[in-house]
């Protein structure tokens, strides 16, 4: 028999809410939300900004909040956690995992869904294969996805808010051996200059990242300046984005 750490998992990533849209049927807000399906688990990454955008934007791409095995939270602000409780209603036994600095009230507060919330502290193993980088601290801390596929690691931000380069790092570091296939999300770059944009640009191909898709707050420069020096490995996501390993090739 196969160890569950030898099975080739597959991977399926959904943008669910984000202030750009790819299909005309999606509705933009600011903020993020992605939905990660792997192997047998079903993960949602934050919650956007808008509950009533989350849950019309899930019906469209046929996501049921019943199907989610564990809600994770970047950090948070507003635009992350905004429908955390369009699904919590929906579904009250999923597992809620946020960095460890989320505040009591928050945590106290998933109580009246009968959610109990876990604190991520460092690096670690949710499922097999599948990481958090636990809390890093920032101006805001956060968390970071991190999952292995078998065509390299796929790295998840919410707003990179310790820093995608640094974020990038930590994700090699969990995986020294493995080859960076995507980073994906909100890299929180909007305030840089063009030449700083570039410069983390650089960084991202001296690390090896092979494919990039700068979303949500990584504003408008790094969304002309990433396609420019990725060509077609750069993904422009928006609401109804689907990306699956294959893509990644
Ligand atoms: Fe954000
Ligand atoms: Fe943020």
Known sequence: M???ADVERGLRITIVCDNYTARDDMEAAWGFSCLIEYGDKTIL??????????????????????????????????DHTGGIYTIVDANRTLEVLVPKSFSSRFIDDMKRYGISVEPADGPREIYPGFFTTGEMDGRTPEQTAIMKTDVGVVVITGCAHPGIVRIVETAGSIFPEEKIALVMGGFHILDKTDEEILEIIARFKSMGVRFAA??????ERARKLFPREYGKRFIALGAGTVITKEKLK
């Open 2 to 4: 196969k160890k569950a």
């Open 45 to 78: 990454f934050d919650t956007g900004s808008d509950g009533l955008v989350l849950s019309r934007n899930m019906a469209r791409l046929g996501i049921d909040p019943a199907d989610i095995d564990l809600l994770m939270i970047s950090h948070q602000h507003w």
């Open 214 to 219: 700068p979303s949500h707050c990584s504003g």
